[in-house]
Structure formats: structure tokens, C-alpha cells
């Protein structure tokens, strides 16, 4: 029992600070893409061209990168010869509808908060059954992970439940293979309205690398309606996390 | 015997050096060497014509050898099944994947639940135009008025996959488990064939995510294999570090989630959040938490700076004298051991006969490693002991995983303190026509094999990937027996298998 205090007062407090203060993320941390139209070569398509989920596209001259495609693997940047594509370490980036996924001109629009009716309802307590429908298991894990002490879902009254009839949404992975569609179906009905539906990675909000194969469905928003959509590949947790927040209003 | 092509790990040798047999002759030989040792690494399918040409991949450990050998069938062969258990699940995925019988077969049930990839050829005639339901099968099924059948899945409690249980019970001893999946199904051996193309590498990344490492090393030593080029000692280094890092993380994981699965919060709390420290190291050299974009053929495409190298060992050292502080507490608390101890036991004989692969087989006394039987890359110059266990059961796995972060902890402050100068990324030439490219490595739940067989063209006419939880599945069945159901998710935790990487 002492040994056992004695590591509890070694391990010390390890929770991040986050939202209070900004999190710490990798030095080579690839968050939001940005392009600079200054170093853009007008004629030049090498990163589309490189993009292996068609992510990128490039009409009149302007590039759109849509992040509900986006594996954030950096080829589009390699391919580019003016450097004119950069990965920021901009970690927001969840957002409430699919079309707002997409990075071009417009100023960036970080997720809205839930309706004041809905978030009076789950604002300080959230229960969500996650599903994983085909993911690799990286998302799962760094939603996981959301749960141990570093940063202690719990604190904002957010917590997985381990049956649907528990929850007040659900939070889906994967490009939801044909093999889990039916389950995914009958897991969203079991779920008493209103609910909320969260979709994390980029498999989820398109298929990800698998789109268009004929064993998924590209993601969960083909079949049911999706309130928070959390691009990455895998999305780091503190993006879930903001993601989280900002939903529920959180972080403003 | 016969002779057969021998071939190193990360290795290519032509098609047409490797020896076609008659489906009888073909059997013997897989026979005769699996009594001499051999183990099945990969057994596999592909067309050829009207007919299904199989092809299989030997290890024969002791040498450091593989050994390659074909037949072709058109729709039907006696299994190997009866007398080499470790056939089983390759049998059912060919049959499945190529609607070809192998007659005998004990347990001949779908493993993934798609059509036949031949039209108008299923192994169960089922008509094509039903859909096929995922694990909707016949099960095994114990039969008496004080027997009750518990079925799980595939959403589960927790943050897990998705995959189906069926436990036989009498009371609260489970007679018998049966595991059915087929859940993650996405695909990608068949979108691989014709490759590679952009999205080959992300493939392969995505295999199994948390053995993002495991499998892009894999992909990349196939490719450099059919291009014949090796790549740079640095990047040699830097893969193997990495694959360290993978393993230590998901150990230390795996530790803290069965203390979790016992109840006991301190290790379970610490080991969670130490499992991430480790991914952040990996992040320090790519800037992801699970490597993804490192490794890519011809080498890996981040270098790290002599202060990143200081950074990573500063760090490790740190993490690792955490992780110590944590994962005793469960050697020296008795109500944990008295849960680990006998629990859930695969014996050394049924690890063998099954084909256990990793950190499972070593745990029951199978001393198997490719790191140090078929050593690649740095491992061939660095040595990394095996680590065995002689009990099988839950103990014995835990400290399998215990020892195992240890000795990696040790390689990667090694290697990081004397990592070798030069290029990190080289360009591989193109693959070559008509080969065949083996690639083996040791991922953190154990063997993944890679096998590619390129075309007229240099193009994948076929990528065959075996994940170790393929070999491993029916070893957790088998933990079962005996055992009360509520040491299910401790068993399972013990061995923590992947069920994409089955899937695939």
C-alpha cells in the first residue's frame, strides 16, 4: 500500500491545461494547410496531381484543399515546386457542416457551438457511444486516449458509455464498411433522440484513403446526419478535444 | 528432401525459380518441413488463368531461411488442415477469397464475409445474388439443458472494434469461444493489386494503425527488395527506432489496460498516459503520434537533427523511468498476480502446432523472432535477444511485454546514440518484372509477412499481407477454455489483437 502512495506522489498531476492554456504539440505537428497564391505557379497542377485522395483541386488558378479528404501526408507540399503549400500548426480543425472542411479564400471558421436548446441539454454532460466502423484503430486510439489522466475527458463532463441506450450521441470511425452498416444503423437507432453525431477522421467524413471501395459506404455522413465532422488521419487528440468543446460551447 | 529456393528476408528472386508441384506432392511438402520445424508464414491464393495458383511462404527459423514453393488447383484440393493445424485460417481465407474447397477442412466458415472474388464460384455455393451478412454462420455449439450461449458484439463497451464472440458457457466456465470478423473488411489487398500508385504507402499505414510502422516497414523492404537497392544505414536506424517506439508504446498500453481490466487504477492510470509519452516521441520525429509519413521506400522521409536525437533519449529515459515506477506496482501487488497467474493458459504445444506468432508464442515458450531469426536492416548489426516465458498464460504475456520494453528502451537509446551519418531517403528503381518480394518484421503483437508478386510490367499482380493477428485469433479462443467469461477481457487484453489487420 505505501509502495503504492509513494508512485501515486511520483507520478505527479499530469493533466494538460488545455483550453486554458494552448497545448503542446510536436515541433513537426502538420495541422491545417494553407496556400499562398503569391508563390503559385498559375499553369502548374503537380499537387493535385500528388494528392492520393483527390483532396486538392485547383480551378482558375486557385487551390481548395478539402480537409474531409485530406490524410494531411504533406505529398501535395513535396510535389509543389514554388513551396507555395505549407502545413500550419493549426490544430482547429473541426467544423459543423461538410462544406466548411474546405480550405481555399475564405477566412477559416472554427465549429459553432450547438443550438441554445441542445446545449442547455448536453453542455455539461455528454455520454457518447463511439463506433468504430472500419477504422485502422488510430482514431479510436487517439479518442481513447482523450480518457486517460493527460487530459481528463471526465473534467467537462464528456464520457464514453458502453451502450447506446446510455448516450446522448455517438461518435463514428471508419469508413464504415459494408460489414458494419447494418450495426451502425441499428446502433444510431438504439440511441434516444435528440442525439448528437460526431464523425472523427478523415475515413469517417469520406472514406479517407478508401473511398470508393466497394467493401465501405465513404463515411458515415452518406447515411445519417453528422453535427461535428474532425478532419485528420488520424486527428490529433487535442483536435478531437477542441472539437468537443467547441460543440458544446465550450471554447468560444 | 527436396530442395527448395531459399530466400532471405527482405529479399527477391524470380517467378519462375519458384517450384510448381502437383497438389499431392505440393501437401507432402509443406508436410515433411512443417515436422522439421518450418513454420507457414503466409499461404495464400492468387489467379492465374482459370485457375488458383498457391503459393506458400516457410520460415524455417533456425536457418534464417525462407523457403517458396506453388501448386495450381482449379476448385478444389485436400486440405492441409488435418495434419498442419497452423493451415487453418489461410484455408478458410482462400477458400472465401478464391471459392476454392479445401476438402477435409474441419471448420470451413467464411473469416471476412465477402463474395467469391471469382464469379460464379463460392466454396459454399451460396446463391451471389443474397447478400452476405457479416459472422451470420453456424457456430459451435455445446448442446445440454445447463449450457447457455453468450454472444458479444460487434459494438463492444469500450472503445474497441467491432468483432463477434460466441461463448459456450456452463454456468460461468466458458466450454468454448468462438471468434467471428469480418467487421473492418476494406479491401485493400484487392485495391492494392495493379499498384502502386499514390495511395499504396497510406495503405499500408492504415493496414492496422497502431502497427503503422509494422506494416510501412514491411511495404517498404518489399519495394526495395523488387528494386534491388538497400537503403541508407541512417535510414536503417531510423526505421528500427521507430518500430522500438511503436512496440514499447502499445506495451506499455496493453500493461496499464490489464491492470485496468482487474481493477487496479494506479498502473491502469499511469501506463495510459505513459502509452502517449511514447507516442509523442514518434511524433518528435514525424510529427505524428503513430509515424505516419515516416517511412516510406527508399528510406524515411524525416531527418532528425543532433539536438531531436538528444531530445528523444532525454525524453525516453524520462518515460521509461515512469513507466518502471509503474508497471512494478504490478509484480509486487499480490491481488494483481493472483489474477494474472494461471490465467487464461496456452500451452507451448498448441502455440506451436497453431502458428502463434510474437509476443503470445513467446509467452508459452515458442522462441520466436524475426528481429533475431531473420533479422533485417540494423538488426542483422544490432542484436535484440528474444524473450520467452515458459507458463502461457495471462503472467506470463504481461511479462513477455514487460521484458520486451525493456530490451527495446535499451536498442533505441543504443541506436540513437550512434546513429550512423549519410542520406535518409534514396531513390529505389523501378521494381522488377515477374518476382516475387518477401518481407518479414517483428511488429509489436509479432510476425507481419508482406509478399508481392509483380507482373510483365513490374506492376503488383498480387500484394498479400499476413497481419500477426491473423495467426493469433484462435490462439485467444483456445485461452478461453476453462476459464470463467469474466476473464474474458483480461485474456483478450493480454493478447490484444488487431481485428483491421485481420480484416484487411
Not at chain 1, 503504492?4 to 494552448?22: N, S
Not at chain 1, 493549426?90 to 472542411?101: H, K, V, W
Not at chain 1, 487535442?238 to 471554447?251: A, V, W
Not at chain 2, 512496440?247 to 487504477?265: C, E, K, M
Amino acid at each position: 500500500m505505501l509502495r503504492i502512495l509513494r508512485a501515486r506522489l511520483r507520478q505527479g498531476y499530469r493533466t494538460i491545461r488545455f483550453p486554458e492554456q494552448p497545448p503542446v504539440l510536436p515541433e513537426k505537428y502538420m495541422g491545417r494547410p494553407q496556400w499562398d497564391a503569391g508563390k503559385c505557379a498559375g499553369n502548374c497542377s503537380a499537387c493535385a496531381g500528388a494528392c492520393p485522395t483527390k483532396a486538392l483541386s485547383k480551378s482558375n488558378g486557385a487551390v481548395a484543399i478539402d480537409l474531409g479528404r485530406c490524410l494531411f501526408c504533406t505529398d501535395c507540399m513535396d510535389a509543389c515546386p514554388g513551396k507555395a503549400i505549407q502545413f500550419t500548426t493549426e490544430y482547429r480543425l473541426a467544423t459543423r457542416t461538410r462544406e466548411t472542411l474546405v480550405v481555399d479564400n475564405r477566412p477559416y471558421a472554427p465549429a459553432q457551438a450547438l443550438d441554445e436548446k441542445t446545449r442547455q441539454l448536453f453542455g455539461r454532460s455528454l455520454k457518447l457511444r463511439q463506433v468504430s466502423a472500419g477504422g485502422c484503430n488510430a482514431c479510436e486510439a487517439d479518442t481513447n486516449v482523450l480518457n486517460t489522466v493527460g487530459f481528463d475527458l471526465g473534467r467537462f463532463g464528456i464520457q464514453f458509455v458502453a451502450s447506446p441506450r446510455h448516450a446522448d450521441g455517438l461518435l463514428i470511425t471508419g469508413p464504415v464498411s459494408k460489414n458494419m452498416e447494418l450495426a451502425l444503423r441499428k446502433t444510431y437507432d438504439a440511441t434516444p433522440s435528440p442525439k448528437v453525431v460526431i464523425v472523427v477522421g478523415t475515413c469517417a467524413i469520406s472514406g479517407g484513403v478508401f473511398e470508393g471501395h466497394p467493401e465501405v459506404n465513404n463515411g458515415a455522413a452518406s447515411t445519417i446526419p453528422v453535427d461535428l465532422f474532425v478532419p485528420g488521419c488520424p486527428p490529433h487528440p487535442i483536435t478531437i478535444l477542441d472539437g468537443l468543446l467547441r460543440l458544446l460551447g465550450r471554447i468560444e | 528432401m527436396n530442395g527448395l529456393p531459399q530466400l532471405h528476408n527482405g529479399r527477391a528472386l524470380p517467378w519462375k525459380d519458384i517450384p510448381e508441384f502437383a497438389v499431392p506432392e505440393f501437401r507432402t511438402m509443406i508436410l515433411e518441413r512443417v515436422r522439421r520445424g518450418r513454420r507457414i508464414s503466409s499461404l495464400f491464393g492468387m489467379p492465374d488463368g482459370d485457375e488458383i495458383t498457391i503459393l506458400a511462404v516457410l520460415a524455417h527459423d533456425s536457418q534464417g531461411m525462407l523457403e517458396l514453393c506453388r501448386t495450381r488447383v482449379r476448385d478444389r484440393y485436400p486440405a492441409l488442415t488435418p495434419d498442419v493445424p497452423q493451415a487453418h485460417w489461410f484455408e478458410r481465407e482462400i477458400a472465401e477469397q478464391w471459392g476454392i474447397v479445401p476438402e477435409g477442412h474441419p471448420w470451413l466458415k467464411p473469416i471476412r464475409f465477402h463474395t467469391s472474388y471469382v464469379p460464379n464460384r463460392d466454396a459454399w455455393s451460396r446463391d451471389e445474388a443474397t447478400p452476405i451478412e457479416p459472422c451470420v454462420t453456424n457456430y459451435f455449439r455445446v448442446e445440454g439443458e445447463e449450457i447457455h450461449e453468450v454472444a458479444v458484439g460487434p459494438v463492444h463497451a469500450g472503445i474497441i472494434e467491432p468483432g463477434h464472440f460466441r461463448f459456450q458457457c456452463h454456468g460461468e466456465d466458458v466450454l468454448h469461444l468462438e471468434i467471428e470478423l469480418g467487421y473492418q473488411h476494406r479491401g485493400i489487398e484487392r485495391a492494392l493489386v495493379g499498384g502502386p500508385s499514390s495511395r499504396t504507402a497510406h495503405y499500408m499505414e492504415t493496414l492496422a494503425g497502431d502497427t503503422t510502422i509494422g506494416h510501412a516497414t514491411a511495404y517498404a523492404s518489399i519495394t526495395e527488395a523488387l528494386g534491388d537497392m538497400t537503403p541508407a544505414p541512417r535510414a536503417q536506424a531510423l526505421r528500427a527506432i521507430a518500430l522500438e517506439l511503436e512496440r514499447v508504446a502499445n506495451h506499455t498500453g496493453d500493461l496499464g489496460a490489464l491492470a485496468g481490466d482487474i481493477g487496479f487504477l494506479p498502473t491502469a492510470s499511469y501506463c495510459g498516459r505513459l502509452r502517449g509519452d511514447f507516442l509523442n516521441i514518434t511524433a518528435l520525429l514525424c510529427g505524428n503520434r503513430f509515424g505516419r509519413n515516416l517511412i516510406r521506400p527508399g528510406g524515411v522521409r524525416f531527418d532528425p537533427t543532433a539536438p531531436d536525437a538528444d531530445n528523444l533519449r532525454i525524453r525516453l529515459d524520462k518515460t521509461f523511468d515512469a513507466v518502471r515506477n509503474a508497471v512494478d506496482l504490478l509484480w509486487e501487488t499480490p491481488s494483481v498476480m493472483s489474477r494474472f497467474d494461471g490465467t487464461g493458459i496456452v500451452s507451448r504445444q498448441d502455440a506451436a502446432r497453431l502458428g502463434l506468432v510474437g509476443p503470445a508464442a513467446r509467452a508459452a515458450g515458442v522462441d520466436l523472432d524475426v528481429r533475431s531469426d531473420l533479422p533485417w536492416g540494423i538488426y542483422q548489426s544490432h542484436e535484440l535477444p528474444s524473450v520467452t516465458f515458459q507458463t502461457g498464460d495471462v503472467a506470463a504475456r504481461a511479462y513477455v511485454r514487460w521484458f520486451e520494453i525493456q530490451k527495446s528502451i535499451e536498442f533505441i537509446r543504443d541506436v540513437t546514440g550512434a546513429l550512423p551519418g549519410g542520406p535518409v531517403l534514396q531513390e529505389v528503381p523501378p521494381p522488377v518484372p515477374d518476382h516475387v518480394a518477401v518481407a518479414l518484421v517483428e511488429g509489436w503483437r509479432g510476425e507481419i509477412c508482406h509478399v508481392a508478386v509483380t507482373n510483365g510490367q513490374g506492376r503488383l499482380r498480387h500484394y498479400k499481407v499476413t497481419d500477426p493477428s491473423f495467426h493469433n485469433w484462435f490462439g485467444l479462443a483456445l485461452a478461453l477454455r476453462g476459464q470463467q467469461i469474466s476473464d474474458f477481457p483480461l485474456c483478450n487484453k493480454s493478447f490484444n489483437l488487431s481485428y483491421c489487420g485481420h480484416d484487411l
